[in-house]
């Protein structure tokens, strides 16, 4: 496989942007080796500058449900272009996109778009603050929520911790505002419900995590959130950034049967493009400006080109048949990567929500940040390379998902796998 045009570009890059890269995974440093620069794709492939195809299972880490240029997008995207790239003021595709996920998803009844998932967690947070008049918010190891101050923080060595900054530039005293618990460990909530009992503002969770590996929820976790929040007057936000349209047409919510107070979404809403948004019970989202008096505002939230291409996207994930063919091909791939590593020797745990995929290097069973943490990166380093030589570009990093589009060919899955089992004996 020839680098020296991405090694080269690389080079360049790190004379200029810091590390090299706009976003630290990028950079490859979990895996080893430099990062491939991305010139061009289509369909389920992806082709960096030196001319090296790939199957890509990282779809710019989840928005790309559709695959790569998918036409109906590109052309959606081309015409709001043709009217102008940013007005400052109001337009009706904001309100189209609004509807479309309006109508998927039960538990919002307003929605305010903006640029980022960061933004949208953030300007969650905020308004749960502001409706309840509470400080403290609950999140779970191993979720991640975006790099806002108060969301960059882990938990110590009791499940009851206060929250310490994990990055420089983090004042101890707005991070102790949060505390971190162990996702899927209903007993952890109850307890910190009980002891901050009437200073939590909120709950803030992936309703599957996908940044620690992809590890679903527990049966009864999703369920005892919402009753405990519910008891307690606790506002409850499901962070569906990546889950949102992902694992099913009414996001993770639909498909768990859930109802959060709040959802923030990002990724496929977009189409590919930046975006943004939360959204949720319609008397708690009046209390944002300028019909309430918490504020939030944004010059770029509901730009034209990425509210028509999440128009054209969620308009086709309207059609039932795109997650049923999601949801064969995923589960056959689930399938193929535990057959590839038990063919290689490897004691490996694939783990598995709908159209994310994760393979840990560990027995398992994952099912937390905990367990995460046991799989061996350094195999997965190599296995990276190894996938990498065999054509199939995977995430950087032990702890991301793998993504399936409905661009991806039975053909596509077919060589994934049996390239997982040439890769697994020699990783």
Not at 75 to 84: E, F, I, R, V
Not at 88 to 97: I, Q, V, Y
Not at 362 to 387: H, I, Q, W
Request: charged fraction near 20%.
């Amino acid at each position: 496989m020839k680098t020296e045009n991405s090694i080269a570009a690389f080079e360049e890059a790190r004379k200029y942007i810091p590390g090299g890269v706009n976003s630290p995974v990028r950079a490859f440093g979990a895996v080893g080796g430099n990062p491939l620069f991305i010139h061009r794709a289509s369909g389920s492939r992806i082709t960096d500058i030196d001319g090296n195809e790939f199957i890509d299972y990282v779809c710019s880490w989840g928005p790309l449900i559709l695959g790569h240029c998918n036409a109906a997008v590109v052309n959606a995207t081309k015409a709001a272009l043709d009217c102008g790239s940013s007005f400052g003021a109001p337009t009706t595709l904001e309100t189209e996109l609004a509807r479309l996920i309006v109508e998927a998803v039960p538990s919002i009844q307003k929605v305010r778009m903006v640029s980022s998932g960061t933004e949208a967690t953030m300007s969650a947070i905020r308004l749960a603050r502001g409706y309840t008049q509470r400080d403290m918010v609950i999140k779970f190891d191993g979720c991640y929520h975006g790099h806002a101050d108060g969301l960059l923080v882990k938990a110590g060595s009791g499940a009851m911790t206060f929250g310490q900054p994990t990055s420089p530039g983090i004042p101890e005293d707005y991070a102790k505002n949060t505390v971190s618990l162990p996702y899927n460990d209903i007993n952890a909530v109850k307890t910190a419900a009980e002891k901050f009992k009437g200073k939590i503002a909120c709950v803030i969770v992936e309703p599957v995590a996908g940044n620690m590996g992809v590890v679903p929820p527990r049966a009864g976790f999703l369920e005892g959130l919402r009753e405990i929040t519910a008891k307690e007057d606790i506002v409850l936000i499901f962070d569906e950034v990546m889950t949102g349209f992902r694992v099913g047409p009414a996001s993770a919510q639909g498909l768990y049967n859930i109802q959060p107070d709040l959802t923030t979404l990002g990724k496929i809403i977009g189409g590919g493009l930046p975006v943004g948004a939360y959204g949720g019970a319609a008397h708690i989202m009046d209390r944002i400006s300028p019909v309430g008096t918490i504020y939030q505002a944004g010059t770029l939230s509901g730009n034209p080109a990425a509210m028509a291409a999440g128009i054209s996207t969620l308009k086709q994930l309207r059609n039932q048949e795109i997650y049923d063919a999601l949801e064969k091909k995923s589960a056959r791939l689930e399938d193929g990567l535990r057959e590839a590593a038990k063919k290689a020797g490897r004691f490996c745990c694939v783990n598995r929500a709908a159209s994310m995929l994760c393979l840990f290097f560990t027995p398992g069973p994952v099912t937390d940040y905990k367990s995460a943490l046991a799989s061996n990166a350094e195999k997965y380093a190599r296995y990276f390379t190894m996938m990498l030589e065999e054509g199939i570009y995977l995430a950087p990093s032990q702890f991301e998902a793998m993504f399936v589009s409905a661009a991806h060919s039975d053909e596509d899955i077919e060589r994934t796998i049996a390239a997982a089992e040439n890769a697994l004996r020699k990783s």
